[in-house]
């Protein structure tokens, strides 16, 4: 089992930055990705970044250039700098992380204003 605990998300007005933290606990030995995804009312949940252990990333095309994950393994931490945030990067957010199974996080609200 894996239990992820988010922090991190806010109210910001657009132009302006969040970072989103994501600590890992358990068996996290059997992680190798782990990530980020967000759920806008009314509409499905979907990627937004995502890093392997050997640090490979990727990201969904809206976000690229504005978003940057990380991670840390020693601190079993994942991490979303988001800069340039839009109205249209409201969400909930939740971290994942995979190993044979999928683990999510409780979620964290991210309002950007206009």
């Known amino acids: 089992q894996v239990q992820l605990v988010e922090s991190g998300g806010g109210l910001v007005q657009a132009g302006g930055s969040l970072r989103l933290s994501c600590a890992a606990s358990?068996?996290?030995?059997?992680?190798?990705?782990m990530g980020w995804y967000r759920q806008a009312p009314r509409k499905q949940r979907e990627l937004v970044a995502a890093?392997?252990?050997?640090?490979?990333?990727n990201y969904r095309e809206s976000v690229k250039g504005r978003f940057t994950i990380s991670r840390d393994n020693a601190k079993n931490t994942v991490y979303l700098q988001m800069n340039s945030l839009k109205p249209e990067d409201t969400a909930v957010y939740y971290c994942?992380?995979?190993?044979?199974?999928?683990?999510w996080g409780q979620g964290t609200q991210v309002t950007v204003s206009s």
């Open positions: 994942h992380a995979r190993t044979r199974d999928d683990y």
């Open positions: 890093v392997t252990s050997g640090g490979n990333t």
């Open positions: 358990g068996s996290i030995f059997g992680i190798n990705v």
